[in-house]
């Protein structure tokens, strides 16, 4: 995954379809879930920094037996 914190991405982005599908990705945005986006008129961009937080907020640490 080679997100860049600084970045903006569409939905249809390569780097967002290693966190899910486009068409996942909306529906996380119409149930309010998922990473924080910024939407103008139609456009949806999400920032890299959000996905990036987004995604360490899920991280799991394993116990290790």
Request: hydrophobic residues 35%; aromatic residues 10%.
């Amino acid at each position: 995954m080679n997100i860049e914190a600084d970045r903006f991405y569409s939905p249809c982005a390569p780097e967002l379809n290693t966190v899910a599908a486009k068409q996942t990705l909306a529906k996380w945005r119409s149930a309010g879930k998922g990473p924080a986006y910024i939407k103008s008129g139609s456009r949806v961009l999400y920032k890299g920094a959000d996905v990036l937080e987004w995604l360490q907020e899920r991280r799991v640490q394993p116990n290790a037996s």
